[in-house]
Structure formats: structure tokens, C-alpha cells
């Protein structure tokens, strides 16, 4: 059964940080690379943040560069996005998705095969 589990969120000042996690089980970890999203209710779900398994290789929205940090623990399966300096304009559901990416193409912009249920980020100004 493929599994993803986010968690790690929760209530937080302006200019505080978080560390969201996303465990993975059920499917080949190093074909895939995992994708961050966060969704406001009435927005779009925006992707922020992605890192491909096969390079490590990374890419972030404008709105978050600088300021979170995607990382990988393939002892764990897991998937971290560190996030500081946060804003009241980051609070929002964030989840994790994975999309297979056997050849290595930049992960941004990928169609996600799997997701998890999100956690929750809320951002108190």
C-alpha cells in the first residue's frame, strides 16, 4: 500500500519556523521525486518546493526561496521542507506528493502519482 504522511504542523508566530516531514512507504523511493504544495481554501493548490531522488536536485517557488529548505533522508524515507521566517501569507494546508521521475528531469511542474492528507500550517501575525 503506498503511504505518504506528512506531518510536523502546527501553530506559530510570524517569523518562527517549522520543520514539516513526509514519510513514504509502498512504492520505489529512488524513481520518484517528492513534491511540497500548500492550499489555502478558495486559492490553488501551489507547488513549492521538489527534490528528485536520483541527484538530490531541488527547486522552490519564488514566494518561499531563501526561506525553506527541501531535504531527503533515504535512510527514512523521508522528506523534510524546513521552513523559517514564516509569514502569515504561508499558512495553509501543506502536503507532499510524489511523482515518478525515472529520468531524472527537473522535478518542478510534475504530475504527482501518489499524496498525502496535508498538515496543518497556521501562521499567527
Known amino acids: 500500500e503506498v503511504q505518504l504522511v506528512e506531518s510536523g504542523g502546527g501553530l506559530v508566530q510570524a517569523g518562527g519556523s517549522l520543520r514539516l516531514s513526509c514519510t513514504a512507504s509502498?512504492?520505489?523511493?529512488?524513481?520518484?521525486?517528492i513534491n511540497w504544495f500548500r492550499q489555502v481554501p478558495g486559492k490553488e493548490r501551489q507547488e513549492i518546493s521538489c527534490i528528485n531522488h536520483s541527484d538530490g536536485s531541488t527547486n522552490y517557488a519564488d514566494s518561499v526561496k531563501g526561506r525553506f529548505t527541501i531535504s531527503k533522508d533515504n535512510t527514512k524515507n523521508t522528506i523534510y521542507l524546513e521552513m523559517k521566517n514564516l509569514k502569515a501569507d504561508d499558512t495553509a494546508v501543506y502536503l507532499c506528493a510524489a511523482s515518478w521521475n525515472g529520468y531524472g528531469l527537473p522535478c518542478f511542474g510534475r504530475p504527482s502519482d501518489y499524496w498525502g492528507q496535508g498538515t496543518q500550517v497556521t501562521v499567527s501575525s
Open positions: 509502498g512504492f520505489t523511493f529512488e524513481d520518484h521525486a
